[in-house]
């Protein structure tokens, strides 16, 4: 069973990788439109699910602070992604987006029962190097005409990391909620494009299967992956796998024609990269978290 959660929780890094290049390739159609027709696609799994075994329908009673915790965290992430997406380059509102998984880890080891030790530390501030070399595009001057995108690819990986910390302690919730929390965001989303934005449809037939590629996979699927891995799975592996999604997300990036290749884009790879494998070192070596405190 573990193995089997492992591989699942695998998949969902690897669909997150993608992320960055399908909602580049998916046009001008705003945030809050985006989410909402991504995430109506992303609960069709579920549905289909509840469809076949309409028992299970039952699962989505879960107290509002699940519901609370799961709806801000997809609402909130993908708002925020797709908005910095809109207002900065794809690489690097994308690789300032996934400092998540540092975050998650400094932020981990604040918890009770943890030990915030050096190379948390050390690679909190590689990981902000990494970052201070994409936001300085021409030396120390910042650009401020993408100041939207950076702060909210920022608040991104804030929100992620705050969610995947608070929902630890809802490990005994299905999966099935999942569902819940896509529909619930779809018509957040609806509400606020209807209130705050101007409609915009895709273009053409590449805009389209960017749009629907994005239900499909990063922002449906492996939603149900993720949270099946974390539950089921070896979770210090899948959470030192994560730290591969930025390089992933890059170079796909890159090899896609999204993004030109430079020595300033390789080095926020590889500080950010780096940085949380640094600071993943005891998910690395399971054995350390039994070491005596440095």
């Not at 009673?61 to 609370?68: E, F």
């Not at 998540?100 to 190379?119: D, F, N, T, Y």
Request: net charge positive; aromatic share 12%; with cysteine.
């Amino acid at each position: 069973m573990k193995t089997k959660g492992t591989l699942i929780g695998f998949t969902a890094i690897l669909m997150w990788s993608l992320l960055a290049l399908m909602t580049a390739a998916s046009g001008k159609m705003p945030p809050f439109q985006l989410s909402a027709i991504t995430f109506a696609i992303g609960s069709l799994p579920g549905l289909v699910l509840f469809a076949v075994r309409p028992r299970r329908i039952a699962l989505l009673k879960q107290p509002a602070k699940v519901w609370l915790t799961g709806i801000g965290g997809l609402f909130g992430y993908h708002f925020l992604y797709f908005t910095a997406l809109r207002n900065a380059p794809a690489v690097e509102a994308g690789l300032i987006a996934y400092l998540w998984p540092l975050l998650i880890v400094v932020g981990s080891a604040l918890l009770p029962g943890e030990k915030l030790r050096w190379h948390h530390l050390v690679g909190a501030l590689a990981g902000l190097c990494g970052t201070f070399a994409i936001v300085s595009r021409n030396g120390l001057a910042f650009e401020a005409g993408y100041a939207l995108g950076y702060g909210a690819a920022f608040l991104c990986a804030f929100t992620w990391a705050g969610y995947s910390l608070l929902t630890r302690r809802f490990d005994r919730v299905s999966t099935d909620v999942v569902t819940g929390f896509c529909l619930a965001t779809a018509a957040l989303s609806f509400v606020c494009h209807v209130m705050l934005e101007q409609t915009i449809w895709p273009v053409d037939a590449r805009e389209w299967a960017a749009v629907v590629g994005l239900g499909l996979l990063p922002v449906g699927a492996a939603f149900y992956a993720w949270d099946y891995g974390v539950k089921n799975g070896d979770i210090q592996v899948i959470g030192a796998a994560s730290y591969a999604a930025p390089l992933l997300s890059t170079i796909i990036l890159v090899l896609s024609g999204f993004a030109e290749p430079s020595w300033r884009i390789l080095l926020a790879c590889v500080l950010i990269t780096g940085g949380a494998l640094l600071a993943a070192r005891d998910m690395l070596r399971p054995g350390s978290r039994t070491a005596p405190a440095e």
